[in-house]
């Protein structure tokens, strides 16, 4: 076990990162033990473990590839320095230990772990789903504390039942860039800008300056698309029908995110994207996840950076982007399902929300004490971590199990208008066609 775990923040976190990307899915391809206590807004904490009366192992599994000293770092550690008595191993998704060779070698494990949306895709054609309400009610644990979104998105993938909990949060933040700010005499962004002011912003900052080309405003087409703040749903879960050329918001969605920003001399046909910002060091403002401030730690050393919460819609403002929490389940084939839903319950506590929180790592609770303490004991404590929470998420919409495949096909022909190589009507065209397919592939799979 490590104990400063930061060298992997720069590069196997990273990995973590963008498999909240759909663009990024396919690479990132019980004796009974006592009841937690509720840890709820009143400030109660769970009570310390009894010794088991036998011994207990709990295998944890990232389907998306979360390295171990990641693991370690933000769970492990404590999970082990709680539980004594259990015995806990870890397995991540690589050559060898993917899940379709997981299952093939009958290897057990207990509680996995992914976004939510590719949980599901990958545990429910798979069988190992497990409705864990009986569990949740019998280690109190109050789904009432949890920001709402998150809980509601897990119930509508699975017809009511909780098949995971979250554990963490990720929403998008607007990450900018001081010096460049500086250097065109231009107002830094503030709290409450909408779209329009941004891209506005962004166009003033798209310019050459001694031979460098600097850009007013980037993002990852997938995790906007995926993250939207319109709330747009993916496809007609009554019809199985793709809804890009159908739902008018998917215009506004491409003309505000792929087409404005491109209305600058100077633009970039590829998007700026993260390493951009941090590398070239040329990107004035970047759409992007909270959580990359405790992955991309020694690249954000070298820029004079800040962030303010996501720019909203003059119609739905104070609105972000949806939350994409990182979710926790026990397996139908778990050995002690009541001690994995113990340590479950402490994962979700005030006392561990708290730790994570310190560090820098979104909070999923709406107890206002766990989270006035993000990012207290970061590097970059001096930085707004208050940005995070400043915006109401929007709301996550309904979801289908090939979900995440809607968002790779529309995310890349909004590149495509990025790029000057389509225009909307045709892109919205062109990608019902293809959403359509996938559809259709995914329906017609052998069960």
């Given at each position: 076990?490590?104990?400063?775990?930061?060298?992997?923040?720069?590069?196997?976190?990273?990995?973590?990162?963008?498999?909240?990307?759909?663009?990024?899915?396919?690479?990132?391809?019980?004796?009974?033990?006592?009841?937690?206590?509720?840890?709820?807004?009143?400030?109660?904490?769970?009570?310390?473990?009894?010794?088991?009366?036998?011994?207990?192992?709990?295998?944890?599994?990232?389907?998306?590839?979360?390295?171990?000293?990641?693991?370690?770092?933000?769970?492990?550690?404590?999970?082990?320095?709680?539980?004594?008595?259990?015995?806990?191993?870890?397995?991540?998704?690589?050559?060898?230990?993917?899940?379709?060779?997981?299952?093939?070698?009958?290897?057990?494990?207990?509680?996995?772990?992914?976004?939510?949306?590719?949980?599901?895709?990958?545990?429910?054609?798979?069988?190992?789903?497990?409705?864990?309400?009986?569990?949740?009610?019998?280690?109190?644990?109050?789904?009432?504390?949890?920001?709402?979104?998150?809980?509601?998105?897990?119930?509508?993938?699975?017809?009511?039942?909780?098949?995971?909990?979250?554990?963490?949060?990720?929403?998008?933040?607007?990450?900018?860039?001081?010096?460049?700010?500086?250097?065109?005499?231009?107002?830094?962004?503030?709290?409450?800008?909408?779209?329009?002011?941004?891209?506005?912003?962004?166009?003033?900052?798209?310019?050459?300056?001694?031979?460098?080309?600097?850009?007013?405003?980037?993002?990852?087409?997938?995790?906007?698309?995926?993250?939207?703040?319109?709330?747009?749903?993916?496809?007609?879960?009554?019809?199985?029908?793709?809804?890009?050329?159908?739902?008018?918001?998917?215009?506004?969605?491409?003309?505000?995110?792929?087409?404005?920003?491109?209305?600058?001399?100077?633009?970039?046909?590829?998007?700026?994207?993260?390493?951009?910002?941090?590398?070239?060091?040329?990107?004035?403002?970047?759409?992007?996840?909270?959580?990359?401030?405790?992955?991309?730690?020694?690249?954000?050393?070298?820029?004079?950076?800040?962030?303010?919460?996501?720019?909203?819609?003059?119609?739905?403002?104070?609105?972000?982007?949806?939350?994409?929490?990182?979710?926790?389940?026990?397996?139908?084939?778990?050995?002690?399902?009541?001690?994995?839903?113990?340590?479950?319950?402490?994962?979700?506590?005030?006392?561990?929300?708290?730790?994570?929180?310190?560090?820098?790592?979104?909070?999923?609770?709406?107890?206002?004490?766990?989270?006035?303490?993000?990012?207290?004991?970061?590097?970059?404590?001096?930085?707004?971590?208050?940005?995070?929470?400043?915006?109401?998420?929007a709301p996550i919409p309904p979801k289908a199990l090939y979900d995440a495949e809607m968002v790779n096909i529309y995310a890349k022909y909004g590149t495509e208008i990025w790029k000057g190589t389509t225009d909307i009507n045709t892109a919205s065209r062109?990608?019902?066609?293809?959403?359509?397919?996938?559809?259709?592939?995914?329906?017609?799979?052998?069960?």
């Amino acid at each position: 076990m490590l104990n400063k775990q930061k060298p992997f923040r720069r590069t196997a976190t990273l990995a973590l990162t963008l498999c909240l990307s759909a663009a990024a899915l396919a690479a990132c391809s019980q004796g009974s033990a006592p009841p937690a206590s509720t840890a709820g807004d009143n400030g109660q904490q769970p009570k310390a473990p009894e010794k088991p009366k036998e011994p207990v192992e709990l295998v944890f599994y990232a389907i998306n590839g979360d390295p171990e000293d990641s693991f370690n770092y933000r769970f492990g550690d404590d999970i082990r320095k709680k539980f004594p008595d259990y015995t806990i191993k870890y397995i991540f998704n690589q050559k060898g230990m993917t899940l379709p060779e997981m299952i093939a070698s009958g290897t057990r494990f207990d509680i996995t772990y992914h976004a939510v949306g590719f949980y599901e895709n990958f545990l429910i054609p798979n069988g190992l789903h497990y409705d864990m309400t009986e569990l949740i009610k019998k280690h109190g644990v109050d789904l009432n504390r949890f920001e709402a979104t998150s809980i509601d998105a897990i119930k509508q993938l699975s017809g009511g039942k909780m098949y995971s909990l979250p554990v963490y949060g990720n929403n998008l933040v607007l990450y900018y860039n001081k010096s460049i700010f500086d250097k065109f005499g231009v107002p830094y962004p503030k709290e409450g800008m909408t779209w329009k002011q941004t891209m506005d912003l962004a166009k003033n900052l798209t310019r050459q300056d001694a031979g460098v080309q600097y850009h007013g405003f980037g993002m990852t087409p997938t995790l906007l698309t995926r993250m939207n703040p319109l709330s747009i749903p993916n496809a007609d879960l009554a019809s199985n029908t793709p809804t890009i050329n159908k739902n008018e918001s998917w215009k506004r969605f491409y003309q505000t995110f792929f087409l404005d920003p491109q209305l600058s001399p100077g633009a970039l046909q590829t998007i700026p994207d993260v390493n951009t910002f941090t590398k070239d060091k040329n990107v004035a403002m970047m759409a992007y996840l909270s959580s990359v401030i405790t992955i991309l730690t020694d690249q954000l050393k070298q820029i004079d950076w800040d962030i303010v919460p996501l720019p909203s819609f003059e119609d739905i403002p104070g609105t972000g982007s949806q939350i994409n929490s990182i979710n926790f389940g026990i397996t139908n084939i778990a050995k002690d399902k009541d001690a994995a839903m113990e340590v479950l319950a402490y994962m979700t506590s005030d006392e561990f929300q708290t730790r994570l929180s310190k560090k820098g790592i979104m909070p999923v609770l709406k107890n206002e004490e766990v989270r006035k303490v993000l990012g207290s004991e970061s590097e970059f404590k001096d930085k707004n971590f208050k940005a995070i929470f400043q915006n109401k998420p929007a709301p996550i919409p309904p979801k289908a199990l090939y979900d995440a495949e809607m968002v790779n096909i529309y995310a890349k022909y909004g590149t495509e208008i990025w790029k000057g190589t389509t225009d909307i009507n045709t892109a919205s065209r062109q990608a019902e066609e293809e959403a359509k397919k996938k559809i259709e592939e995914f329906l017609n799979k052998p069960k």
